[in-house]
């Protein structure tokens, strides 16, 4: 649409010079006219000479067109004035038919354009959907080949905690026996432990009856001292 618009653009410009030279040719001398178009011709011919050499250093057809163009318009001018004189022409009416004719120019320039960019458009979408076709067979494969690579690592996993169990079970029993030792010794040693208790408050007890029974001796025996004395 840039492309379009830029044509349609030079082209109204165009047909506003050409609009600007016939009210110079009803208001101003034409020898001062003539001049006025020589100037407007020779800064054509200059603008289209440097967008030619610009194009030639880019290698670009589209700006060689548009310097094509510009030194077609410098040529058109300069022939102006000698075209009425031979001819005999209308100067306003010359010029309006030559406006029709840069209209309809740009107007088949811009159907071209129009219709180039569509095809490529249409064959970048046909481009991709080639590309799509192209990857779907290759995505399909690379997901069986997941699959596959998934499964395999099932199969592993599956293998390996079946090489796991009796192992498993041997370490299980090995554990279970340490439990079951581990068990009695802690029960040996509360037991050891509730009978050194036992037998230490026994012999308190029974310590305990023999310094009663002293007691009670001696005092007898004081009683009895006491009694031989009086």
Not at 32 to 60: C, H, M, P
Not at 147 to 167: A, S
């Amino acid at each position: 649409m840039k492309k379009i618009f830029k044509n349609l653009l030079g082209a109204i410009a165009i047909i506003i010079y050409f609009i600007i030279l016939s009210f110079a040719y009803t208001r101003m001398n034409i020898v001062r006219l003539t001049q006025d178009i020589q100037v407007f011709s020779g800064a054509f011919l200059v603008f289209g000479l440097i967008t030619l050499e610009k194009a030639y250093k880019e290698d670009s057809i589209k700006t060689a067109i548009t310097s094509i163009e510009l030194i077609i318009l410098s040529l058109h001018s300069l022939s102006i004035m000698h075209v009425i004189t031979l001819f005999k022409y209308d100067f306003q009416v010359y010029l309006i038919t030559s406006s029709f004719i840069i209209v309809i120019y740009y107007v088949l320039k811009a159907i071209v354009i129009y219709t180039k960019d569509r095809k490529e458009y249409l064959r970048g979408l046909s481009d991709i959907s080639q590309i799509i076709k192209e990857d779907e067979p290759i995505k399909k494969e690379a997901k069986k080949r997941k699959k596959e690579k998934e499964e395999n690592i099932e199969k592993k996993t599956k293998e390996t905690k079946k090489e796991k169990r009796p192992h498993q079970k041997k370490l299980e029993k090995k554990n279970d026996k340490t439990k079951k030792v581990n068990t009695t010794k802690i029960t040996n040693r509360k037991v050891e432990k509730s009978t050194k208790n036992k037998t230490s408050s026994i012999n308190a007890k029974t310590e305990n009856k023999k310094s009663v029974k002293t007691k009670a001796e001696t005092t007898v025996k004081l009683k009895k001292e006491v009694k031989e004395n009086d």
